[in-house]
T-cell receptor, first 112, second 116 residues
Framework: TQLLEQSPQFLSIQEGENLTVYCNSSSVFSSLQWYRQEPGEGPVLLVTVVTGGEVKKLKRLTFQFGDARKDSSLHITAAQPGDTGLYLCAGGDAGNNRKLIWGLGTSLAVNP | ETGVTQTPRHLVMGMTNKKSLKCEQHLGHNAMYWYKQSAKKPLELMFVYNFKEQTENNSVPSRFSPECPNSSHLFLHLHTLQPEDSALYLC???????????????FGAGSRLTVL
């Protein structure tokens, strides 16, 4: 059974701080997607990483896919209250492009 | 507005009721999904439809019955549900084969279901 573990589960920080969220597995994934879900809404895609070692930047967010395509990290620089939400990672199943393995998520609260 | 619309946003039903959840996508995608989101559990894939054909059914109890009349609409018919079925039900759509790796999903806002 493929599993994705996200850490930490909960994070509460002050505006302006930096943070890193991790997504780890013993399985190899074809790709890794990061979503953010705000209260009362569905998850919204932030980024997809496909190549081992790939780094993508989205404004203050930096995403990295591990060299072995088993893990990923999300780093946020100078967090803002608007970054508050549930961050979900999802790994792609190489044999079925409709199947994603989901983590439990990291619930982030950025306090003004 | 993501292009995927779900109704109703909130639903309270008794265990003997019959109700339906509706999803409509305006993105021209060819695949639609039902997911269940419960506290302390990862997102659970329930059903996948591609071009109106069901391609995935992840051992979902028969009290959940999906219907996909065309590639833009998806329903989830509910009957004789249990309290443990209370959850957020998310609809999503994707375009098969558009990306390297897994399909990228566009989600609706979800239907919050409470079974009494």
């Amino acid at each position: 059974t493929q599993l994705l573990e996200q850490s930490p589960q909960f994070l509460s920080i002050q505006e302006g701080e930096n943070l890193t969220v991790y997504c780890n597995s013993s399985s190899v994934f074809s790709s890794l997607q990061w979503y953010r879900q705000e209260p009362g809404e569905g998850p919204v895609l932030l980024v997809t990483v496909v190549t081992g070692g790939e780094v993508k930047k989205l404004k203050r967010l930096t995403f990295q896919f591990g060299d072995a395509r088993k893990d990923s990290s999300l780093h946020i620089t100078a967090a803002q209250p608007g970054d508050t939400g549930l961050y979900l990672c999802a790994g792609g199943d190489a044999g079925n492009n409709r199947k994603l393995i989901w983590g439990l998520g990291t619930s982030l609260a950025v306090n003004p | 507005e993501t292009g995927v619309t779900q109704t109703p946003r909130h639903l309270v039903m008794g265990m003997t009721n019959k109700k339906s959840l509706k999803c409509e996508q305006h993105l021209g995608h060819n695949a639609m999904y039902w997911y269940k989101q419960s506290a302390k559990k990862p997102l659970e894939l329930m059903f996948v439809y591609n071009f109106k054909e069901q391609t995935e059914n992840n051992s979902v109890p028969s009290r959940f019955s999906p219907e996909c009349p065309n590639s833009s609409h998806l329903f989830l018919h509910l009957h004789t549900l249990q309290p443990e079925d209370s959850a957020l039900y998310l609809c999503a759509s994707s375009q098969d084969g558009e990306n390297s790796g897994a399909n990228v999903l566009t989600f609706g806002a979800g239907s919050r279901l409470t079974v009494l």
